[in-house]
Structure formats: structure tokens, C-alpha cells
């Protein structure tokens, strides 16, 4: 007896068994089998639609399930799986129109309405929406406006396209604002990963305005990697420099924080001293040409910084007293910053046996950060400022070189209670030495010119890694643009349109009406 030819309906039965167990391929070869023999069945169509879309076959998937909603206009089923297939082929517009059909023939299904809720998320996903929402990050507190910007950058990959400059520029700009609030809080890995995929981002865009959003923060992109210890290239100084110059200007404050940023670079990273030299004093007259700039006050308050850095590690103590007394009188120095200053210029005068004069610095500096205490967070204990051990003991050195021994006993005492409670170790073997000293010249055993040695037991040094910059990290988490501007120190901060003052003036977030390359009046 010959056995029944199989139907449609029995292909349909093996198609859903083999389904259920995961055999996609073998369920589409039985639901194609189904509809050789009834070409008009649209459950058919409908259920190789469903097995196409387990393995991602979105337009052959929506092909079918559009043929089954076009054979039964009432099969709800169907209408759900065109969505599905819309939504995955990023259709989200004709992914929600499906869905609402779909809930129509079966307002009870949740499993529709789920989607259909999901669906309509995704439909605000456009760029001029998000762009709308990256004009707010400037105003928000950091915390708000990092998760703001972690919300776009997710949407955005929703909507990813590698093709679209304006994607793929909308996306750098975030990572790039995601680089700066790392910055902000030191947080230099972090910056490092978002700078580094955002100059992905945007070279990749090729856009007009990619090319002032890059200017604003490869100087910076260096300076981290110089923290991080990663290798820099003299021709990415040499790119970063051209960029700004031609982005911003050669006479322009904003270039004059670049020649700034990039001699950190210089300095620290390609070990270039005669680079740094020429960038900061370029950078320099570029800020007395502006002489009421704020912007640029601030600037010129760091390169005076390094510039006597630099010249008294030559021991040109002439012009690096010179540029910390020019720190002391900018008109943007902060009392802490003038206090290191005058505390520098104290251990010039000191090395230069003026000990009038460096008493004369020291005193105001020394009573300054005696004003300042902190918590300790952990054990309630009220710390001095990290500032004052060393203070303290040129105040000691100063007292030996004038042979008042007792005075300088009681302020190395001082001192190292300081460098205990501190725990500054290597502080504290310094005030021993200097004990010794002492003990030296009671006996008479401390030679004439050791009085006044070529090298002070203490040291004055601008590096900001030995915080000399001072940097106000207990209030680095905020970035609105009045807040902390009666701390006692310069800060690096964000203003008026992400504005970095202090360690980086940036414009991330302009829309592009004030920076334009070729602009021959430039930005200052």
C-alpha cells in the first residue's frame, strides 16, 4: 500500500518541532515545503518568518511576513513578526506602525505591547534629538551630565551608523565630553580610552566641524598619555601645534593654552627642554599681548610657573625669581598659588643668601597654610596642609644661616610633627639632616659655606605632580561655572559651553557658530 504524501499542514507540524528544538535551517526547508504546496496559506508564510529571524534573516524574514499579512489582513501574528524584522533592520517608524496593527487585531497580546513600548523608545532615537540633549550636558553637575552622556552615547549606538559623518561626529563630540569630565577628576586612564575613540570618531567623520572639535583637545589627548607614560611622537606635537595655529590662530589665547599644554608634553614626554622653553615663552607674549583676558591670565599664570621651573633647574635664579613674582602679581592668582610662590621665591633669596628677604616671603606663606586644616575622612583627625613641612623647614634653614639654632630646633620639631601626621617619610629624614646641621654649628663643626649652600636642604619646584599647581580636587565634581570661585586656589573648571579655565579653555560643545576655520579674526 503506498504511503499518503505529506501536506502542507504535516511540513508545517515538522517545521514547528524542529523549531522548538533549534533546528532553524531544517524548520525553514519544511515551511518552504509547506508553502510549494499551498502558496496561499499565510500562517505559513508567517511561521518562516519567525524561523528566518532566529538567525537574523531580517529582510527575508520581513518579506514573508509582509506576504502573510497581504494573504490575511487579520493574522496579528503576522504583523508582530514585520515589526520584529523592522525594528531589527532599524526601521523604527514602520517597526511601530506594524506593531499598533498588530495590537489591534490582539489588544490583549502583552507580548506585543512590550514591543511595541520598546519600539517607540527607539523612535526618539534620532540625532537631532540627541544633539538637542548635548546642548544640556554644560549645565548639568558632573554626575548628571556623565550619565546623560553615557545615555547618548548607548542611543546613539542603537542607531550606529560608521557610514554617516554627522553619526560619526555627533559620537566623537560626547566621547570627547566624556574625556573632559575625566580630566576634570584626574582620572586619566579614563580620559585616555574616551579622547582615543573620540580622534577615532572624528577624523573618521571627515566633517568641517571634526577639525575644531580635534583642536580643542589633542594637546590635552598628549599631555594624558605623557601622564600614562605612553609614547609620543615629535609629529604628533608637531600636528597638534599646526591644528591649533591654524584652528585658533598664532596671536589668539586659545593657542597660546595650547603652546602651554603641548610644552608639558615637550617637557615631560619628548624630553625637549629647548621645545619647551621656545613654547612657553611664545605662549608668553602672546598673553601680555592680551593683557586684560582673564583666559589668559590664567594661562600665563602656569607658563611663568614652568618657565621659573625651568630656570632654576639651569640656576638661573634671576629670571626664575622673576616669573614666580610675576606669578605673586597676576591678577588671577588665587591666595594658595601666591602663597607657593612666595614661598618659591623665599628659597631663591635663601640660595642667594638675601635672608631678609626670603624671611620676608616666607612668613605670609607660612601663616597662610598654617590656616588650613583638613579631616582626615577615615580617622577624624584635623591634618596640616601638605605644603607646610617643607615651608617650615626652609623657615628652620633660614634661622640656621643665622646662627639662631634654638629658633631652628623648635621649627624642625614643628616641622617634622607636621611630616609625621602626614606621613611624609622622606620629609621627615630631611629634618634630621637638618637636625644634624644644627648640631654641627653648636659644636662648631659646620663649615662658613655650608651657611649658605648651593642646594637647600628643602627645594622649591613648579612640577605640578608635587602639587604645586594646587589643583582643587575636592571640588573638581563640579562643573558649574560659579561654583568654588572664592577657593583659595586656581582650579581647573568648566564655564560657558564646557569651558576648561586653568588647565584647558575647550569649546566641546559649541555648535560651531564661533570657531571656523579660516576665521581671520580667530578666538581669544
Known sequence: MASKAKTGLDYKNEGNN?????????????YSKAIELEPENSVFFANRAAAQLKINLFEEALEDANRS???????GKAYGRTGLALFNLKRYEESLEAYTKALDITPNSNVFQRQLNRVEKFVNITLPNIKEHIAELPTKNTNDAENLARELIRDLQQIANYDDPE??????????FMGRLCFARGAWTGTYENFEVALENLRASKTEQSVPLIANFLGDYLLVKTKLQKEVKPEEVDEAL??????FYGTSIRHAQTLEVIARVAKDGLQDFTKTALLLKTGLQICLNHPSDERGQHIMLNIDKALSDIFYKTRNLDESAKHQIRVINNPSCKAGDKAVAQFSVAVIYKLRGELAEAQAKLTPAIEFFESIKHENRTTGQIVPNHQLPRMVVLQAEIYISEERYDDAEVELEKAEGYATILGLDTMVQTIHIATERIKQA?????????KFPSKPVIQHSSDEDESMELVDKFNSTNIHPDAGKDLPFKRTKLGTNCEFIGDGIEKLMMDGQNIHVGNTKGEN
Open 242 to 247: 599646526a591644528l591649533s595655529e591654524a584652528v
Open 69 to 75: 499579512t497581504e494573504l490575511d489582513p487579520t493574522y
Open 18 to 30: 524542529f523549531l522548538k528544538s533549534g533546528n532553524i535551517k531544517e524548520a525553514i526547508e519544511c
Open 167 to 176: 553619526w560619526l561626529e555627533t559620537i566623537g563630540r560626547i566621547q570627547a
Open 442 to 450: 653648636r659644636k662648631g663643626e659646620l663649615k662658613p659655606e655650608l
